[in-house]
């Protein structure tokens, strides 16, 4: 490992809620309902390993998954609000989400940025990091699909609905330490899902040296190195190209903890989040007990569209007092 000195106090994550809908909707079953044909929905399960995705039943109140937050406690009181969406949220006309949140949970809202697409959880992790705020921090996650239409794109992944929430603080006595965050924009895609062809097949050939760009930078500003992770929380796009990028990486694809690519989908930025928390439940439930000097290490990727590549090293120094909330509804 690379001798990295870490500043006395750390940004911290001290809390996370994760509310998922109770409707899981099986592909091959119900294919109609993602305007799939059930022969492309044998082929996303047997090629691309995605079985279900959970979804918010149409008709259904919106705010029953978008407005909650991490529980309040004397040791999580958060006093800003910080928003990382993958879109526009689906709501009526001129009403801001956000400004709810912050009325309805007394806190004051810092906008939202949507503009980093997939990464944007990490481009506010990055902004925190960064800044090293004394305020204590909630950001908050509300993923819907953009329709029943574009649920699944381009044959590659499906997309299902989520909300996340975390409480962050500045502090020397870290529970999930946030050891270091990298970003990289590659500007030749900054159109993203509009871009013509040859651009797509230009990103389909720069992906992989994207993703290892700012994987290895992430672990070199964390000081950390490959092998000492373990596990890797991906974007859960599809398991086909998550073994190809393993392969590249020459890392055993068991420390891909790819469980929820079969069945959660893509839930947007909040995959990092929905990941982090059945990590570290399943971590709990076998007795695993992290500490400063042999803590958990997880590296967290993901992609976003119009060429937007991050990662970061999430460090689980102790559990205890660590809030793990997970809902569904």
Known sequence: MTSVTMPSKALSI???RVIRPEHRLVLIEEHDAVHCSSFNAHILKKMMGIESVNVLPEGTST?????????????VNPSLLRSANTGARRTRFGLSLDRKLARIHNLTPLGSGNANRCVSLFKQLDL??????????????????FSKEMRITRGLSVQGDSSTSLFLTQTDTPKIRVSSVYMHYDRRFSRGIWGEGSETKAYEDSYRSN???VIHSALERAGVTLEEVDHILPHNINIKSWRFLCQSLDVAEDKLFARNIQT???????DMVINLSD??????????????????????????????????????VQLEGFLNERQAI
Do not use: Y
Not at 63 to 75: E, Y
Not at 129 to 138: D, I, K, P, Y
């Open 128 to 145: 925190l990091f960064r800044t090293q705020s004394e305020h204590q921090v909630a950001i908050h996650n509300g993923e819907l699909a």
């Open 211 to 213: 993703m290892h760009q």
């Open 264 to 270: 959660e989908g893509h839930c947007f930025c909040n």
């Open 63 to 75: 705010d029953d998954i978008l407005l909650p937050l991490v529980s309040r406690s004397k040791s």
């Open 279 to 316: 990590a570290i439940e399943k971590h709990r439930l076998a007795g695993t007990n992290p500490t400063a000097s042999a803590p958990l290490r997880f590296l967290a990727v993901a992609a976003g569209a119009g060429g937007m590549f991050g990662a970061c090293v999430l460090e689980v």
């Open 14 to 16: 001290d809390a996370i």
